[in-house]
Each structure stands twice: as structure tokens, then as C-alpha cells.
């Protein structure tokens, strides 16, 4: 098996927490050792990072691949590749599908496509209740024998409390991790922005950031009620954080995450009623951006995601509030967090430990990391290398893109899947 040895990088080590020039070798896929100086091991192959950065591959939870139903919009090739190119080397996608994945054939046919056609790892997701319709709990069982890593209703909220009550006793029994929406389902009904000033003066029907911390106060009682295991995909209010902040502080085992979208842009963006700012939930004030951007750095938000959500033009082409929310983001997670890092907002270590190291302790996974043992899931990348992004060079079918034309920092020159690589840039 061959050897491989990265010299002249910039090691990020979200775990160390620390940003400093070294060395890599891997060997048979995964970690054999690094160093900062001193003698350097001989390797089979030797790549010099001429100063480039090079970390842990990206782990995003909440990617939806639009197979079963949709394929159109995003196959798991597509996918693969987009992801590939964004520096992302394990996802874990949602069961939000046509239909959705509820029933282990489901399942064991998205897991055999992802294999075929996907080159990097993919982790499937089940809804927590069948069809997603919140009325019959799955079989939890069933399906993670059959390899499911997460179950959720993604953005079909679980109404009835005592459905979702019983769901997340049975979770716990097993160790299953749920994954929720934190928000008020009939207050959130038809919204596409948040309210106040903004959305008044541009007449879009609107939710209060409450519904947030509505939803996510009832998720936090019924899990002191049940003690399941439990991630809230998007956390973008600064109403939602005190919440979260006591369930932590009160032994919950809870984690949170928050969206790219929410992270680098805000309200103001949909100022001209283009579509591709349109996500669900809406992009929220600056005041609530930069709470969380603090979260973030604190720990009390844990992870940072894509929450890819691949749009056909047609459905994208519509008034404001009748058009499909999501964007697609799987090559724009990384230039785009790495605004915050050239902000001063947030340091690498820290933004790798949101988008790689807690997502795959979250999800039992040894990723993450660029410890010796570990896989080598790895992204070689320019921090500084300026570009503007043009959607239609985008790998994914869907070109819906908010950062369509934005001046951007930062390109991904390759990366690897158990030390093979799996994307190079031309």
C-alpha cells in the first residue's frame, strides 16, 4: 500500500486547537503520524502543500440528495462530486425524499446508490415518523440495523407531543440519535421572512425568532421527560441560545447546529426579492447573526452544516413567498465560512472543530481528526486564494446558489477519502 507524505502544510487541528506548519504521513487510508519538524519520514509519494492549509475533511449533517423522487434536481453522483469539490468527505443526508426514507428497503436502496455513485462517505438519515407526517413512529430498530445514523422529520416539525414523546423514549432505549426542528409549526406556517421593520416595508409574510425559541423550549421538556439523545439542525436566533445554554448546563445530552446561510448572510440580503436567499428558516437580523456567530465561538453552538437543499429553476422562479426554500451549498461551505475567519470572527481550529470534529463525535464517527489512527479524510485548501463564484460552474444539478457572482476567498486544491484522492483542482 502506498505511503503518503504532505510536507510544508499548515496543519489545522481542531482538536488540538491549533494552526501551525508540519508534516503528514499516511499510510493504508489512514493517519501514521505528523510532526512539526525534526527528521522527516520517507513516503511512496511526496506532496508539498507549499504552505497550503491542510485539514480534517468536512463531515456535513443535513445534506439532502434528492433520491428517491427527484433526481433531477440532485443524484448522489452529482452530489459526490459537489461535495468532492467543497472539501466535504463524509455526509450524512436527510430522508426528506419522494418518498421519504422510512423502511429499510428504502434505506438499503439510498445506501447502495451512494455507494455506486458517490465518492465520498455517505451516511443516511430515516425519518422519525412515517412519511414524515408525524402520526406512527418508524421502526428505529429496523432501520439501524440497516445503517441509519440519525433519525428526523427535517422540517416537518412533530406536532403531536405525545407522538414525539414516545419516539424519543424508544430512541433512547436503542442510543438513536434525533435530530429536530426548533420551530412552532403553525406560527412558522407560510413565512419567508423574519418578522419586524424589513419584512413589513417589503410586505413578505413573516414568523417571530419566538417560534424558534418556542420550539425548541417544548423539544428541551420532552427530553428531561425522556433522556434521549438529541441535535437541533438550526439554531439562528439569540432568542433560542439561553434555552440551549440551561439544557446544556443541566446535563441534557443535547447539541446544536447552525447553517452556513445563517452564519454569513442576514435579512437585508433578500432585499431584492431574489429567490436563492430564500431558506427555511429565513435569514434572520444582523443582531442575531453575530449572537450566533458568539455562540459559536464559545461552544454552545456546536456544529456548522450546509443543510444542502438542491432547487430546480422552476421552482425558484417564482414571487418571493411562492418559491421553494433552500440553497444549494456543498462547494460553498468552505469559501464561505472562511469569510468569518478573514473577518477576524472565527479562527480555522475553531471553525474545523463546528464542521468537522463535533459532527463526527456527534455521529460516532473516528473522522475529524488529524490524530494517528485516524481516517485519512483530508482537504488540502488556499485560505487565500480570491475568486467570484459562478453558479452554473457548480458540480451539483441545481444551481440554486445565494453566493451566485459573490467575491469569495478560499478554493479547495483537493481532497481525500481514506488516503485516496478524490478531487483535484485543475
Not at 510532526?35 to 439532502?64: M, R, S, Y
Not at 405525545?162 to 442510543?175: E, Q, T
Not at 440519535?177 to 406560527?187: A, K, T
Not at 456527534?362 to 482537504?379: M, N
Request: charged fraction near 25%; aromatic fraction near 4%; glycine fraction near 8%.
Amino acid at each position: 500500500m502506498t505511503t503518503t507524505l504532505f510536507t510544508n502544510a499548515r496543519l489545522i487541528d481542531p482538536e488540538a486547537g491549533t494552526d501551525a506548519p508540519g508534516w503528514l504521513l499516511i499510510q493504508k487510508g489512514v493517519i501514521a503520524a505528523r510532526g512539526t519538524g525534526g527528521e522527516v519520514p520517507q513516503a511512496e509519494t511526496v506532496i508539498d502543500c507549499a504552505g497550503q492549509c491542510l485539514a480534517p475533511g468536512i463531515v456535513d449533517i443535513g445534506v439532502k440528495v434528492c433520491e428517491p423522487g427527484e433526481r433531477h434536481k440532485e443524484s448522489y453522483r452529482s452530489a459526490g462530486l459537489a461535495a468532492a469539490a467543497g472539501g466535504v468527505t463524509t455526509m450524512a443526508t436527510r430522508p426528506d425524499t419522494l418518498p421519504a426514507i422510512d423502511t429499510p428497503e428504502v434505506l438499503e436502496f439510498v445506501e447502495r446508490r451512494a455507494n455506486e455513485a458517490a465518492p465520498v462517505n455517505v451516511l443516511p438519515m430515516a425519518a422519525l415518523t412515517k412519511g414524515r407526517e408525524g402520526r406512527e413512529m418508524v421502526e428505529i430498530g429496523f432501520l439501524m440495523d440497516a445503517g441509519a445514523v440519525a433519525f428526523t422529520d427535517c422540517d416537518h416539525v412533530v406536532r403531536d407531543a405525545k407522538v414525539l414523546s414516545r419516539a424519543l423514549s424508544y430512541a433512547r432505549s436503542l442510543g438513536a440519535l434525533v435530530i429536530g426542528h426548533p420551530q412552532d409549526p403553525g406560527l412558522s406556517a407560510g413565512a419567508s421572512a423574519t418578522s419586524g421593520k424589513f419584512a413589513s416595508l417589503r410586505g413578505l409574510p413573516a414568523v417571530s425568532p419566538m417560534a424558534e425559541r418556542m420550539g425548541l423550549d417544548r423539544d428541551i421538556a420532552l427530553l428531561e421527560m425522556t433522556g434521549a439523545r438529541y441535535h437541533a439542525d438550526q439554531i439562528t436566533t439569540a432568542r433560542a441560545l439561553p434555552a440551549l445554554q440551561r439544557a446544556k448546563r443541566n446535563g441534557l445530552d443535547i447539541t446544536a447546529g447552525t447553517s452556513i446561510h445563517h452564519l454569513t448572510l442576514n435579512e437585508l440580503d433578500v432585499s431584492d426579492y431574489r429567490t436563492f436567499f430564500k431558506v427555511k428558516p429565513p435569514l434572520r437580523s444582523e443582531e442575531d447573526r453575530q449572537e450566533v456567530i458568539e455562540a459559536l465561538r464559545e461552544g454552545l453552538i456546536d456544529i456548522v452544516s450546509s443543510m444542502h437543499t438542491p432547487q430546480d429553476e422552476e421552482s425558484k422562479r417564482l414571487p418571493f413567498e411562492a418559491a421553494a426554500s433552500g440553497a444549494v451549498a456543498l462547494e460553498t461551505l468552505l469559501p464561505a465560512a472562511l469569510r468569518l475567519y478573514h473577518a477576524e470572527a472565527l479562527d480555522l481550529p475553531t471553525l474545523w472543530r463546528a464542521m468537522s470534529l463535533n459532527p463526527a463525535k456527534r455521529l460516532g464517527l473516528s473522522c475529524g481528526r488529524l490524530t494517528k489512527g485516524a481516517p485519512a479524510d483530508l482537504v488540502l485548501f488556499d485560505p487565500g486564494k480570491p475568486f467570484v463564484l459562478d453558479r452554473f460552474a457548480l458540480k451539483s444539478k441545481s444551481k440554486n446558489t445565494p453566493f451566485d457572482g459573490a467575491r469569495l476567498q478560499g478554493r479547495v486544491t483537493a481532497t481525500y477519502v481514506a488516503g485516496t484522492r478524490v478531487y483535484e483542482a485543475e
